[in-house]
């Protein structure tokens, strides 16, 4: 469908004036809403005032905004944007020669800034409405260390504190990580760690334990919640995140009807959902409100296939269960990938904005295996020159497969796919795949019975 | 000297017809050409023949041409450098911002590709040469690992082999450098390996030596000249490098015209010269032609002071001897710089071109010491958002340093710096910074005439 109105460059930037003024927030657009967050001891509705202690004002707002379609960004952060967006929109000419297709790719790139990911879109905006509070700092949990370096950034930008508590597995084995992290003012404390009770107590119960992203949540939550002038920020799954990614979507739509590109196939890798949720925002509103529509994809690992192969119900939204339950497609709380499986998107869970627009039918979701991933991002490094995310391949191998789907049928879509993020910190899973020692790993159902079986049965 | 013509963004991204189409020479504008290249047995200049058993036709043309001024990048390169280029010049407002400086500050950002830095602006022009020629493949040595990137990535493209022989200690420290040439189909070998006569001999003199890069050289340089179909490639120093790389100047210079922008001073980090001559080339070529005046300041490690307290002679162009004599400001072949220094720029020569400039009064030079150079680095990533390389952190250095000059002086000084990469696989050095762990060093009169000592004196 693509047109040749004006003459497509490979890289489409957008001139500065074309970044988004406001977020979209699908939300308004939706008929049916996403369920709200519940308190796991009275079932209720979170409100304002019972997130308070954890979250910023402004966030919690956004977090209950089911109405409000644009929210305007404030000026700060629209600045801070000008350093690394508006990010390119790449026409994939090489990726579509080397698989000798009809169809047309297309990747919008979030990897050009040093945290390395899309991450840094929604970190500038935690760290700018806690600066506004008049709070010291913020804490957080980092797993693999994309969403800590970009709210470690985010914070020495804007000059407030900012504490990470990092997996203590990743911590010794990602020292560049760490130290991007510390480069940046932040201070990064391996979890379980001994300032905290809850880590006390892990340390006590399980000595010599590498941690957990459950148990460094529940740290950073602690320290949130007692120390003066500091709130807890969070990376993905949440509303408010979602819509602060929808800056991505809407800088690919404005390139997209800049240069008259009507995409067929839109795809993101699922995860927790932030990217995908930015990434269709605009799309799925016109969807939403009737006006195109447009084939939009999930891609989520075989070995955590939360939207494939999960359920639709109220779970935790951490393993540690101190964080409220969400209504989302779940492989339940205690779900954990095989150590396996080294390509990202481990999160048990699913944004409950997505989980609803795949219950109403309004994307489709599929799995991919790990070995078939990683011959994806090798095949688009090669050709494409960018060294992608483990995440991000799991986007390139949808699209690739759809490219080659229109190959046989001669038909001439147009795809266009999310590249989250480099790959330059994840080279020992890429090693592992060089010297042929990564696995595939697919959860039997007995197993995730198992997992199931642990999510609570709360009737709602 | 900024005029307000056109409201300069943040990032001036180029079109893609802005992308230059020839490279520029500025030998062919300079009235004293830099010395040839010469044989140390003969002590005569080298000739093509002379030179082809090592390295590609078409480059060695370039090596030799003192008279073209603009070569046509063929069309294929050109294509290639619209995966990653135009590179932004972007305005440094926040780090104006942070220093208070009437000053305005511009920086040529080269770090936005999966090598991490300018040295890709030659390794396409190279491998399309190598592959053009007919040849198989070719060889080179990396030490830190961005120039093996670069040219694992353009062999990748064009689909010809590339050896990278990897300074032992290198490979065992970077194993994800190492990951990544693999991941674009390069063979990496630790070097001194056991798979040739030197690196036999080097192993069997010195058991379990860590290497040098004079070694990986040496080993490159033989299999380049005992394969058939193989030739060698080297990242800087060369003319032929200097010219590819004026790829960044030009556009940097294009998109100043575009805006107004007309630098006062002109500031880049030296090495071997490669960022540096590129970066200057057009604004070089206008001041020796008489056209126009600009500062332009070579920044170098006060650990490795090749302009500032090396001799302008002939030296050999490497450690090991294998390669001819060049006529450059070199500190002697057989300097190596103190472990302790950890941000790059080690080589103990310098490029011809560069060398000859200098010493007709074209251009400053001046040395930073270490940690002043990683605590620019820092201001630099906290308020610009880029984790830049240690060696371009050298420029940082140089241009806050001329930005602050400005803020005593009152005046409104326009700067521009080479931002040559970015510093991902440099955590190693940051993390020392990090922990108060970096040390100064700076060479005393003694060792430096140690060293010069073993300049042969030839005469010329």
């Given at each position: 469908m693509a047109t040749d109105a004006k003459k497509i460059p490979y890289k489409i930037y957008l001139e500065e004036n074309e970044i988004p003024t406001s977020w979209y927030n699908m939300r308004a657009d939706m008929k049916n809403k996403p369920a709200p967050l519940i308190h796991p001891g009275t079932l209720q509705p979170l409100k304002f005032e019972d997130m308070q202690p954890i979250f910023c004002d402004e966030l919690i707002k956004q977090e209950l905004d089911?109405?409000?379609?644009y929210i305007p960004i404030p000026e700060p952060i629209q600045e801070f944007y000008k350093m690394y967006r508006p990010s390119p929109l790449t026409h994939a000419v090489f990726l579509e020669e080397a698989l000798g297709t009809p169809a047309h790719i297309y990747y919008k790139f979030e990897g050009n800034n040093t945290s390395g990911s899309h991450k840094l879109n929604s970190a500038i905006a935690q760290a700018y409405y806690a600066k506004e509070q008049g709070l010291k700092g913020v804490t957080t949990e980092t797993g693999a260390g994309q969403w800590g370096t970009a709210l470690s950034m985010a914070c020495s930008f804007f000059d407030i504190d900012c504490k990470v508590y990092m997996v203590k597995v990743s911590y010794e084995q990602k020292p560049f990580r760490r130290e991007v992290m510390r480069t940046y003012g932040a201070s990064v404390t391996p979890s379980p760690?001994?300032?905290?009770n809850i880590g006390r107590a892990i340390n006590a119960e399980h000595p010599g334990t590498t941690g957990s992203l459950g148990c460094a949540i529940s740290e950073a939550v602690e320290v949130a919640t007692s120390n003066e002038g500091y709130r807890y920020v969070l990376g993905s799954v949440l509303n408010q995140v979602l819509l602060h990614q929808s800056v991505i979507g809407l800088e690919t739509k404005a390139a997209c009807d800049k240069y008259g590109i009507k995409p067929d196939i839109i795809i993101g890798c699922a995860g927790g959902g932030s990217n995908l949720g930015g990434l269709i925002a605009p799309f799925m509103g016109e969807k939403l409100r009737g006006e195109a529509d447009y084939r939009i994809i999930a891609v989520e690992p075989a070995s955590c296939p939360s939207f494939t192969r999960g359920k639709f119900v109220y779970d935790f939204?951490?393993?540690?269960?101190v964080c409220p339950m969400a209504k989302m497609y779940t492989l339940g709380h205690d779900y954990i990938p095989s150590p396996n499986h080294a390509g990202g998107l481990r999160y048990h869970g699913m944004s409950s904005i997505l989980s609803q627009l795949y219950h109403d039918g309004l994307m489709e979701a599929r799995t991919v295996e790990q070995t078939k991933v990683f011959e994806a991002a090798e095949q688009f490094a090669r050709v494409e020159g960018i060294l992608p995310a483990p995440e991000s391949s799991h986007a390139i191998r949808a699209a690739i497969d759809e490219a080659l789907k229109c190959k046989e049928t001669g038909e001439e879509k147009t795809i266009i796919f999310g590249l989250t993020g480099t790959g330059y910190f994840d080279m020992t899973a890429y090693e592992a795949y060089n010297d042929g020692k990564m696995n595939d790993y697919i959860p039997t159902d007995e197993e995730l019975a198992e997992s199931f079986a642990k999510i609570p049965d709360i009737g709602l």
């Amino acid at each position: 469908m693509a047109t040749d109105a004006k003459k497509i460059p490979y890289k489409i930037y957008l001139e500065e004036n074309e970044i988004p003024t406001s977020w979209y927030n699908m939300r308004a657009d939706m008929k049916n809403k996403p369920a709200p967050l519940i308190h796991p001891g009275t079932l209720q509705p979170l409100k304002f005032e019972d997130m308070q202690p954890i979250f910023c004002d402004e966030l919690i707002k956004q977090e209950l905004d089911d109405e409000t379609a644009y929210i305007p960004i404030p000026e700060p952060i629209q600045e801070f944007y000008k350093m690394y967006r508006p990010s390119p929109l790449t026409h994939a000419v090489f990726l579509e020669e080397a698989l000798g297709t009809p169809a047309h790719i297309y990747y919008k790139f979030e990897g050009n800034n040093t945290s390395g990911s899309h991450k840094l879109n929604s970190a500038i905006a935690q760290a700018y409405y806690a600066k506004e509070q008049g709070l010291k700092g913020v804490t957080t949990e980092t797993g693999a260390g994309q969403w800590g370096t970009a709210l470690s950034m985010a914070c020495s930008f804007f000059d407030i504190d900012c504490k990470v508590y990092m997996v203590k597995v990743s911590y010794e084995q990602k020292p560049f990580r760490r130290e991007v992290m510390r480069t940046y003012g932040a201070s990064v404390t391996p979890s379980p760690s001994m300032e905290t009770n809850i880590g006390r107590a892990i340390n006590a119960e399980h000595p010599g334990t590498t941690g957990s992203l459950g148990c460094a949540i529940s740290e950073a939550v602690e320290v949130a919640t007692s120390n003066e002038g500091y709130r807890y920020v969070l990376g993905s799954v949440l509303n408010q995140v979602l819509l602060h990614q929808s800056v991505i979507g809407l800088e690919t739509k404005a390139a997209c009807d800049k240069y008259g590109i009507k995409p067929d196939i839109i795809i993101g890798c699922a995860g927790g959902g932030s990217n995908l949720g930015g990434l269709i925002a605009p799309f799925m509103g016109e969807k939403l409100r009737g006006e195109a529509d447009y084939r939009i994809i999930a891609v989520e690992p075989a070995s955590c296939p939360s939207f494939t192969r999960g359920k639709f119900v109220y779970d935790f939204a951490d393993t540690g269960k101190v964080c409220p339950m969400a209504k989302m497609y779940t492989l339940g709380h205690d779900y954990i990938p095989s150590p396996n499986h080294a390509g990202g998107l481990r999160y048990h869970g699913m944004s409950s904005i997505l989980s609803q627009l795949y219950h109403d039918g309004l994307m489709e979701a599929r799995t991919v295996e790990q070995t078939k991933v990683f011959e994806a991002a090798e095949q688009f490094a090669r050709v494409e020159g960018i060294l992608p995310a483990p995440e991000s391949s799991h986007a390139i191998r949808a699209a690739i497969d759809e490219a080659l789907k229109c190959k046989e049928t001669g038909e001439e879509k147009t795809i266009i796919f999310g590249l989250t993020g480099t790959g330059y910190f994840d080279m020992t899973a890429y090693e592992a795949y060089n010297d042929g020692k990564m696995n595939d790993y697919i959860p039997t159902d007995e197993e995730l019975a198992e997992s199931f079986a642990k999510i609570p049965d709360i009737g709602l």
